[in-house]
């Protein structure tokens, strides 16, 4: 029993003394959104279109990786993103003037703020020095502004310029429909999924 301790004691200490971390910030950029809107009839009301773009796509977070010499290691990720997104809300219509009839187009335009808090797990493979590719999954929280919880997946591409600092790209891709649950007043009835683009630098405060 006592040999049993002493090896799990020496495998965590092992495991402990070969992490990395540090902070990590980001800035990039959001994809149009998907929407699901069904066209059905002019004047229906549930004929809205929406066309979506970020305006503003930052993150802040800490860093902890495991096995950082290794040619496989592990990133955990928690982050924080601060994104402005824009929607324009088209509803085409018809109108008879007379003996004509018009088709006419309603548009409405409003911003967001989209706060999510997020804890990325990744799995890395470093197939040069410097270079690094990575898949991994995301569960993320949308504090604001609504509290929706989505899980997205990553892949990632990373460049180590030098022990204190680490360039990274990654695609983020959320899997639920999120914005069915970002409904209230104008933008009543859109559907889609939230994906972005993030250009990161990671800076190590303690290295191995």
Excluded at 15 to 38: N, R
Excluded at 117 to 145: C, D, E, M
Excluded at 161 to 187: I, M, V, W
Aim: glycine share 8%; with cysteine.
């Amino acid at each position: 029993m006592k040999n049993v301790l002493f090896l799990l004691l020496l495998v965590s200490t092992s495991t402990f003394a070969q992490i990395e971390h540090g902070v990590l910030v980001g800035i990039g950029a959001g994809f149009p959104l998907q929407d699901s809107w069904k066209q059905t009839t002019w004047g229906d009301e549930s004929n809205w279109s929406y066309r979506h773009d970020y305006k503003l796509n930052s993150m802040i977070g800490y860093r902890f990786r495991f096995l950082p010499e290794q040619k496989f290691f592990y990133d955990l990720d928690m982050t924080m993103g601060f994104q402005k997104m824009e929607t324009t809300k088209h509803f085409p219509y018809y109108e008879s003037i007379e003996d004509g009839i018009y088709f006419s187009k309603k548009t409405d335009v409003f911003d967001e703020f989209v706060m999510p808090i997020s804890i990325a797990a990744s799995w890395n493979w470093r197939f040069t020095k410097k270079f690094h590719l990575g898949v991994g999954i995301a569960p993320t929280l949308y504090v604001q502004s609504q509290a929706v919880f989505d899980l997205s997946v990553v892949a990632k591409v990373g460049y180590r310029l030098s022990k204190r600092c680490e360039f990274g790209l990654s695609y983020q891709y959320g899997c639920f429909d999120t914005l069915k649950h970002f409904n209230d007043g104008p933008a009543n009835g859109r559907r889609g999924h939230l994906s972005d683009l993030m250009l990161s630098v990671y800076i190590p405060f303690v290295t191995k």
